[in-house]
């Protein structure tokens, strides 16, 4: 079963750049990386997915040693509006289906 | 707003008793899922459903059962309820079945057993 390492929290303060990194060890070879943003009671939020090397889009950059054994999720000048719980997910498909294992996230608290 | 509707969006219920927890995808969406968050176990995968057919099964009890209906809207039984049960159950949905595909979350139904 593909498992996530995350940290439990971080801090930051506004306009600075935040890179929260996900370990997933035993990862498959076909699994995909993707990383959810949640605020308080709201369904997660997709923010970027990558396979490897690096994945940029209007929010976000998502880094991908070529190990592929772990990823940061970079978000640029973070603003107070960017304070949630940030998961990384990894597939499992070793038992024929995709089983989607969302780690316990990473609470980023953006300060002023 | 991530097209994906849920509801009710609370629901308060005794222990023993059996809800029923509706969610519509996205419109072309064929794949639903659904998730448990409470506090302690952080958010689990419960079951898929694709076109019709479960596709994967996930941390799932037992007293709990799921199904998708021809026009694609997915319903979530949990019977027997425990005081565990409480939690936030979301919905989510995309185009696919594999990882590669984005899932859009619904608002979720928070379940609180008495």
């Known amino acids: 079963l593909a498992k996530t390492t995350q940290p439990i929290s971080m801090d930051s303060y506004e306009g600075q750049e935040v890179n929260i990194t996900c370990s997933h060890n035993n990862i498959a070879t076909n699994d995909y990386i993707t990383w959810y943003q949640q605020f308080p009671s709201q369904g997660p939020r997709f923010i970027i997915q990558g396979y490897k090397t690096k994945v940029t889009n209007e929010v976000a950059s998502l880094f991908i040693p070529a190990d592929r054994k772990s990823s940061t999720l970079s978000l640029p000048r973070v603003s107070l509006s960017d304070t949630a719980v940030y998961y990384c997910?990894?597939?499992?498909?070793?038992?024929?289906?995709?089983?989607?294992?969302f780690g316990r996230g990473t609470s980023l608290i953006v300060h002023p | 707003d991530s097209g994906v509707t849920q509801t009710p969006k609370h629901l308060i219920t005794a222990t023993g008793q059996r809800v029923t927890l509706r969610c519509s995808p996205r419109?072309?969406?064929?794949?639903v899922y659904w998730y448990q968050q409470s506090l302690d176990q952080g958010l689990q995968f419960l079951i898929q459903?694709?076109?019709?057919?479960?596709?994967a099964k996930g941390n799932i009890l037992e007293r709990f059962s799921a199904q998708q209906f021809p026009d694609l809207h997915s319903e979530l039984n949990l019977s027997s309820l425990e005081l565990g049960d409480s939690a936030l159950y979301f919905c989510a949905s995309s185009i696919g079945t594999s990882e590669s595909y984005e899932q859009y979350f619904g608002p979720g139904t928070r379940l609180t057993v008495t």
């Open positions: 459903y694709y076109n019709g057919e479960e596709r």
């Open positions: 997910l990894v597939g499992d498909a070793s038992g024929g289906s995709y089983i989607p294992t």
């Open positions: 419109s072309g969406d064929l794949s």
